[in-house]
């Protein structure tokens, strides 16, 4: 027997009106924790096969910009809403 869920489900219907400024809040900590792991296994591989500080910064550089990258469009759709629901 098979049931059938009525549309849109009530997670999805809360998740896309939420409030873009908390959304963007939750985008911006969800990247910083994600830099944190990024670290976290960098720190590992040095510690295990000897690498340099100054590469293992030097790669954390571009895991930020990588990271910067991959939220950039997201970011810059919930700024837009954010202003246009209070503009200055």
């Not at 911006?28 to 295990?48: S, W």
């Not at 571009?62 to 954010?82: G, N, T």
């Amino acid at each position: 027997m098979l049931v059938q869920l009525p549309l849109p489900a009530s997670w999805a219907w809360v998740a896309s009106h939420r409030d873009p400024q908390d959304r963007l809040t939750h985008l911006r900590a969800d990247t910083l924790e994600a830099k944190a792991k990024i670290r976290g296994v960098l720190d590992e591989l040095a510690e295990r096969h000897g690498l340099s500080a100054k590469d293992i910064d030097d790669a954390m550089g571009y895991a930020d910009d990588m990271l910067s990258y991959a939220v950039y469009s997201v970011e810059r759709i919930l700024e837009h809403e954010i202003e246009e629901r209070d503009p200055v």
